[in-house]
């Protein structure tokens, strides 16, 4: 998913993060993080609160206690407050595209990082007073799925991380990155992020526990890698959807 890894432990609220960092990071950047973390956090707060549109960048400035201009200092736009885990999705879909890279398996390197991110996710939840409940991250999800500013700029990061997944596909198989065969399989491998979105938002409506969901978003992403790394051909009737399962230990 490409929003945000933290949400507040309820609309209007911001999420206190924890304050006490690597013993060896600097103190300006520890400040400099929680800031960037309070601003994200009181904006979506409010976001969900009263509504994407309605709420300004100076409005979350003022809840944050900063100038609008530092706001603009952590995040380059008004959607970037909610869309602000891109730069992290950028880094890891390198690592897996570089073509110096030891694994054998594209798709497998693909869902340990997306695992990773989801495991990470609901730590982050989880060191909160009152973690976020399914149905908080349900309308998360909902507004950025209703709101069309926000759901443009999200393809519009898909599209730039495809590229840079096609390079690194293409720079492996020695090949052209507008070749269509290093196109489709990046979008394929990049789909993985696109059903961890989805599924967030299918199983949040569910009664399910915080770790149940993060545990159901898992499967169904490890699902979808199944199907790409068997083929579309899996698919048709007569062929099992879900992967095997993994034979008890004797």
């Known amino acids: ?14 999420y206190q993060p924890n304050a006490g960092g690597a013993p060896d990071e600097g103190l300006r950047e520890r400040k400099k993080k929680l800031t960037r973390q309070l601003i994200s956090d009181t904006a979506t707060g409010m976001f969900l609160k009263d509504g994407f549109d309605a709420v300004r960048v100076i409005d979350v400035a003022a809840a944050c206690g900063v100038a609008e201009k530092t706001v603009y200092n952590y995040f380059p736009t008004k959607e970037a407050l909610i869309l602000d885990r891109f730069e992290d999705m950028e880094a890891g879909i390198r690592r897996v595209f570089d073509p110096h890279a030891t694994s054998s398996s594209l798709v497998e390197a693909a ?10 996710m609901f730590e982050e939840w989880g060191r909160a007073d009152h973690p976020p409940d399914p149905a908080l991250i349900r309308r998360f999800a909902e507004m950025i799925d ?51 979105f989805g599924s967030m938002t299918r199983h949040a409506g569910r009664d399910l526990t915080a770790m149940e ?12 890698a199944h199907l790409i790394d068997t083929g579309l051909w899996s698919f048709m009737p007569g062929h099992p959807r879900r992967p095997p399962r993994p034979k008890s230990p004797s």
């Open 1 to 14: 998913m490409i929003a945000r890894s933290g949400l507040p432990t309820e609309p209007g609220s911001a």
């Open 111 to 120: 869902v340990a990082v997306i695992v990773t991110e989801v495991e990470t």
């Open 146 to 196: 209703h709101t069309p500013a926000l759901r443009a700029a999200q393809w519009e990061m898909l599209d730039r991380m495809a590229q840079v997944a096609a390079e690194g596909m293409a720079a492996r198989a020695g090949a052209d990155p507008d070749d269509p065969e290093p196109l489709i399989a990046a979008h394929a491998i990049l789909g993985l992020w696109r059903v961890q």
């Open 213 to 224: 969901l993060r545990d159901a978003v898992i499967a169904d992403v490890r699902r979808a």
